[in-house]
């Protein structure tokens, strides 16, 4: 299978929704004053995050910028041998869109806009969220959908 132009246009609606949530965020929120959403659980606050995930690799753009790079080519470059189904494909949309939307945050502000807080978690973005999709799409195939094939 190969990523057709309704799925780049998908990815095109995933990166922009991201960009939008983070303009948004940038325009509305502040560094200081979380905006409760549900109280003591989801907040909104504006984080400049310098890193990767969970904080690793703080102030590192160029490294992260040539990451993000390298992945966005190898997917395309592979996709023909990435996509084996539907599960495949949908993941590499979301890996697509979510590295897109970050690495233009590094390019052009030096950082990733974050701002969604669970607590749990480190403070996220749009563009994480797909990218979290995009694992569980990949592990659903390796693991779910490829059982279902070997007992057929």
């Avoid at 303009?23 to 003591?40: C, D, G, N, R």
């Avoid at 950082?111 to 969604?116: P, R």
């Amino acid at each position: 299978m190969v990523l057709r132009v309704k799925d780049y246009c998908v990815i095109g609606v995933l990166f922009s929704v991201d960009q939008i949530s983070k303009w948004i965020a940038s325009q509305y929120l502040t560094f200081l004053y979380p905006v409760s959403i549900i109280p003591s659980k989801v907040s909104f606050i504006l984080v400049h995050n310098y890193g990767a995930a969970y904080g690793i690799l703080q102030h590192q753009r160029f490294l992260l910028l040539a990451v993000s790079m390298g992945v966005i080519l190898g997917c395309l470059f592979f996709s023909k041998t990435i996509i084996q189904s539907k599960w495949s494909k949908w993941g590499l949309i979301f890996l697509l869109s979510g590295a897109l939307g970050n690495m233009t945050d590094r390019l052009i502000f030096g950082y990733v806009i974050d701002f969604v807080d669970i607590r749990i978690f480190p403070v996220f973005n749009v563009a994480d969220v797909l990218i979290d999709c995009a694992v569980g799409c990949f592990l659903w195939e390796m693991f779910v959908d490829r059982k279902k094939v070997s007992r057929k």
